[in-house]
């Protein structure tokens, strides 16, 4: 019996007990389903996004890069097909083997073979091993070819850069290569749209529309496991290709101004002196830029870094010259201009016998014999220096200077279009005080009047001066790239006050090429549709002494980094002028002799290649 | 008297038939065909290795526990103590030549079966010590003697089982036995106690733990110190989770556990693959099966006229639920990660075969409901 009510006792223990703990476990599993309900019902997106983000990876692709154009829409940056050979090493049974395959069929140098060795430690095995980028069709048949025991390798075929015209348009376009790490720290866009292989715009015209060229990438999703490895394509997104750029250049004069520099260094410009399109723009000598796109190796860079011409350095832009005679169309314009000569004004020339004489210092006309009585036609026609000396003791730098500003130099041509571009410089009395803190001599302004001394041009901006002198004495606004905007309202505006003194210089200039005894009068070309003028002028590079006067040595005889740098500028057809031209030749001597000869021949072609220019300008309103 | 007892037998074995909780049963295969599916799902919606394994363990021990089921409660009576000692023995066996994988030295060769005992254990305590609580007395119930005769069986198999190493294992085993204890009378007082001593003596244990369980103890309390190292598990175990929504990815549509962003998927994470593919709802009708399998069990402890068989279902019944819940807590983030499996659901052949033991108990005591054990 005691058993019995111990038992119940018992039993209504446990009973109890179950029941408490049947209470404990309903809050516990309200909480478990509230736990559940928090994270898969109110924290669903979270969590769903977070999801996604394991599972769903983007590969960059990529971007292609937009082209460049030339004036008739022939491509002269564009795209080719790069054949190009990677390697999956997940998918290769047998390394070692097929990798020494692959170096037979390329014959790669041991030097290339330790590197993708070395590049696939570095890598997961089910990524692209990138053996080679820019295979030769024959390689990359070969490949293909022997793909039956090659598994794992895979030829591709990408889109790299090519400049069908070699070292044609190098100084204008510039190159792309590789980016590297100071590009992509420097330029935002080129960071986000990084891949590797991406290959970005360096210098020239390919870095200053790096934004608009590098197109936007294509973007695959797929999704991918735990380890990162594809499982699947979700979706694949195609980017744009860049923008095409359009330049004012026709490759015709191009190519002819590179031929004309051939063994030569120095530059040539061309404008059309009413809209200002740039037409040529050379400088030699030149590379090919296509070397730099893959990489350009060590001996091809030292050849062309240790070039005595130096074609690294863009002459058209960056060539700071002494005008030398070119300087003289200004001067005169100046002086008429402020009144201080007229055309008829006379100075009288007796060669180095009586050379004008201030304060103890000699200035010597370059003519031994002397010029005798000229007037400003024909000081300009033979380019007498005693004249320019008294003409510009008379004017003084400081008007010279203002004058000399209208007509573009003294500062950028193309503004932030080329980063290497110089600005040149006139000088004037506070300038140099200013700069240097010395007060100004008047000795500087007497051969600043004959283009030495301070006064430094580029090429570019004596073209662009020349291209103002022919249109009449207008400010005119140069282009390189057909689309780009310049409505500045000052645009054509005069910078002359009188119309009649632009025309006496352009006759005088006109004399100094067409008529007897002119500076280029054997470079003439009397077919009034070619017709030109011009004025040569020849920059000293180192002062000349009393001696060098007394040798007189021909150009051949002085050493190369002594000779003068011959200069012309002119400007076509003279009946009814369109086109202005610079022609620098570093180093070349006379720029009669040297410079001038050029302009004859680019004038056929600049005159020739018009016609079409014009037709293709019409057509192309017609065609809207 | 002989044919009496033959009749006796035959009609014994329709009634005994005819006394099988169908329910119980149901839900058992129930959970069952989920947990095959699950598997199959792991095995990226194939039939591999998990799947046909998982599927074989569970015909085999399903046919096991309904043989179980027709022995006689008393059967499991009377070797209740022999049952602990010969687990205790196994135990003994692993630590000395147990066969090691990922740093824990748990599993005996059987040659056909890699036995797991201190799975085993979870059951075996139980039965061990409800068949001592049996015959006690209440009021002998909290004598030092018993207190001190309990603690050894708690504390034996447990020390044996955390040396190998398992913390979570040996916290499972003690907490079934704690079960029995509670539901035998124990002194509340005992329970206020200990708990209060082991809270405070927190600290004083996790100096203690090894530094991969303290690592995890401080990733429980944040995940997001280490996402890739030990916070991962439980990051990754929460999206699946949560990115499951309301009503889940679909079947086979898991993509934590298809890319293989889940760890442990087949064993102690399997309920995250199955809610991130189901959903809340999925998640919550899984609940409710375990919630009915464990009522039925509690119910026919409640209609057995035997104490043991009673103390046993209660017992059950409850460890049960702690699994399950300190299961799904530690894939929810709601407790550190233990290792834990979730009964009948989780890939692993001796906890699958503890728990059918265990249910093939339940559904004796219930043929046996009328057994009256002396």
């Not at chain 1, 590009?183 to 360096?202: A, P, R, T």
């Not at chain 1, 003068?564 to 009946?575: E, N, T, V």
């Not at chain 1, 600049?606 to 220019?613: A, S, V, W």
């Not at chain 2, 994988?101 to 005992?117: C, D, T, V």
């Amino acid at each position: 019996m005691i058993n019995q009510s111990d038992n119940v006792l018992k039993l209504n223990s446990i009973n109890r007990r179950m029941f408490i703990l049947a209470a404990a476990k309903v809050i516990l599993l309200g909480g478990i389903v509230s736990r559940l309900f928090f994270l898969q019902v109110k924290e669903n997106k979270k969590y769903l996004t977070l999801s996604d983000k394991n599972r769903i990876r983007e590969w960059k692709l990529p971007p292609v890069r937009g082209h460049f154009e030339d004036y008739f829409g022939n491509t002269i940056a564009g795209n080719f097909e790069a054949y190009e050979l990677h390697l999956i090493p997940e998918e290769i049974e047998n390394f070692k083997y097929t990798i020494n395959r692959v170096r037979n069929i390329l014959q790669l140098s041991e030097n290339q073979f330790q590197k993708i060795l070395k590049k696939k430690d570095q890598i997961k095995p089910w990524e692209n091993l990138i053996v080679s980028n820019n295979l030769t069709w024959e390689n990359f048949s070969k490949i293909n070819n022997n793909l039956y025991d090659l598994n794992g390798v895979k030829p591709v075929i990408s889109v790299s850069r090519n400049y069908p015209f070699k070292e044609n348009y190098t100084h204008v376009l510039g190159y792309v290569s590789q980016a590297n790490e100071q590009d992509i720290i420097s330029n935002e866009i080129i960071k986000e749209k990084f891949v590797q292989g991406l290959k970005v715009g360096k210098i020239g015209l390919e870095k200053t529309f790096e934004n608009d060229l590098i197109g936007t990438n294509s973007i695959e999703r797929y999704e991918v496991n735990a380890y990162g490895r594809r499982i699947s394509q979700l979706e694949f997104q195609k980017g744009d290709k860049g923008k095409t750029i359009k330049l004012t250049i026709d490759t015709e004069i191009q190519k002819l101004a590179n031929e004309l520099l051939a063994e030569k260094a120095g530059s040539i410009c061309v404008m059309d002196i009413f809209t200002g399109h740039v037409i040529a723009m050379h400088s030699s000598p030149s590379f090919d830029p296509n070397k730099f796109v893959f990489g350009i190796n060590t001996d091809d860079w030292q050849l062309i870094r240790n070039d005595p011409m130096k074609p690294l350095v863009n002459k058209s832009l960056s060539g700071n010259y002494s005008p030398g005679s070119t300087i003289k169309p200004i001067v005169a314009l100046s002086a008429l201009e402020n009144k201080i000569i007229n055309a008829n004004f006379r100075v009288n020339c007796k060669g180095h016998k009586e050379p004008l004489e201030l304060y103890g210092q000699t200035y010597h006309c370059w003519k031994k014999e002397g010029h005798g009585i000229v007037d400003m036609r024909e000081a300009m026609k033979q380019s007498c220096d005693t004249y320019f000396y008294e003409v510009a003791r008379r004017l003084g730098v400081d008007k010279l200077s203002e004058t000399a500003k209208k007509f573009g130099l003294g500062k950028k041509v193309f503004e932030d279009l080329f980063e290497i571009e110089k600005s040149g410089l006139v000088p004037s009395t506070s300038w140099k005080k200013n700069v240097l803190g010395i007060n100004w001599v008047l000795g500087e302004t007497i051969i600043t009047g004959i283009g030495q001394g301070y006064i430094q041009t580029t090429p570019i901006q004596l073209c662009l001066m020349t291209a103002q002198i022919a249109n009449g004495g207008h400010k005119i606004i140069p282009k390189l790239i057909v689309d780009s905007k310049t409505d500045d309202e000052d645009k054509f505006s005069p910078i002359v006050e009188d119309a009649k003194n632009m025309k006496l210089v352009q006759d005088a200039m006109f004399s100094s090429t067409n008529e007897v005894r002119g500076t280029s009068y054997k470079s003439r070309i009397d077919d009034p549709k070619y017709q030109f003028a011009g004025k040569t002028g020849t920059a000293q590079v180192k002062r000349i002494t009393k001696q060098d006067r007394e040798l007189d040595l021909d150009t051949s005889e002085i050493p190369y980094e002594e000779r003068d740098h011959a200069l012309y500028i002119a400007f076509g057809p003279y009946k009814n002028p369109r086109y202005a031209v610079s022609i620098v030749i570093e180093h070349g001597g006379s720029g009669g002799a040297v410079a001038a000869p050029l302009a004859k021949q680019l004038f056929k072609k600049i005159i020739d290649r018009h016609e079409i220019r014009k037709n293709f300008e019409s057509n192309k309103y017609l065609n809207i | 008297m002989y044919l009496h007892n033959r009749l006796e037998s035959k009609s014994n074995f329709f009634q005994k038939i005819k006394d099988v909780d169908f329910i119980l049963l149901a839900g058992i295969l129930l959970l069952g065909i989920i947990s095959i599916s699950t598997m199959y799902s792991t095995d990226g919606g194939q039939v591999l290795f998990h799947t046909k394994s998982h599927f074989v363990k569970f015909v085999l021990f399903t046919g096991l526990m309904l043989l179980i089921s027709f022995l006689n409660i008393r059967f499991w009576f009377s070797i209740s103590y022999i049952a602990y000692f010969i687990i205790i023995l196994m135990l003994i066996w692993t630590v000395n030549f147990g066969i090691t994988a990922s740093g824990s030295q748990r599993w005996i060769n059987l040659y056909f079966i890699n036995l797991q005992p201190s799975e085993l254990m979870k059951i075996f305590i139980i039965l061990c010590l409800a068949k001592y609580f049996h015959r006690k007395r209440l009021e002998n119930v909290n004598s030092f003697y018993s207190i001190i005769f309990s603690m050894i069986i708690i504390l034996l198999p447990m020390s044996l089982v955390i040396i190998q190493p398992d913390l979570g294992t040996s916290i499972l085993i003690s907490i079934s036995g704690i079960l029995v204890l509670w539901f035998s009378g124990l002194n509340h007082k005992y329970f206020f106690y200990s708990f209060l001593i082991s809270i405070l003596s927190l600290p004083f244990i996790i100096s203690f733990l090894k530094p991969y369980q303290k690592l995890r103890v401080l990733t429980f309390l944040n995940p997001d110190r280490d996402p890739l190292g030990a916070g991962y598990q439980i990051i990754q175990s929460k999206i699946a989770v949560g990115s499951g929504g309301l009503f889940g990815k679909g079947f086979l549509q898991g993509t934590q556990s298809y890319l293989e962003f889940l760890p442990e998927k087949h064993t102690d994470f399997i309920f995250t693959l199955f809610s991130e593919e189901f959903g809340f709802l999925g998640s919550v009708i899984l609940l409710l099966i375990y919630t009915i399998i464990i009522y039925r069990v509690i119910k026919i402890g409640s209609i057995s006229r035997s104490y043991f068989a009673k103390l046993f279902c209660y017992s059950f019944g409850g460890s049960l639920f702690v699994f399950i819940t300190i299961n799904m807590s530690m894939v929810l983030g709601l407790l550190p990660i233990v290792g834990s499996p979730l009964p009948i659901m989780s890939y692993g052949g001796s906890s699958m075969l503890a728990t059918m033991i265990g249910f093939g108990i339940v559904m004796s005591a219930k043929i046996h409901s009328k057994q009256a054990i002396a």
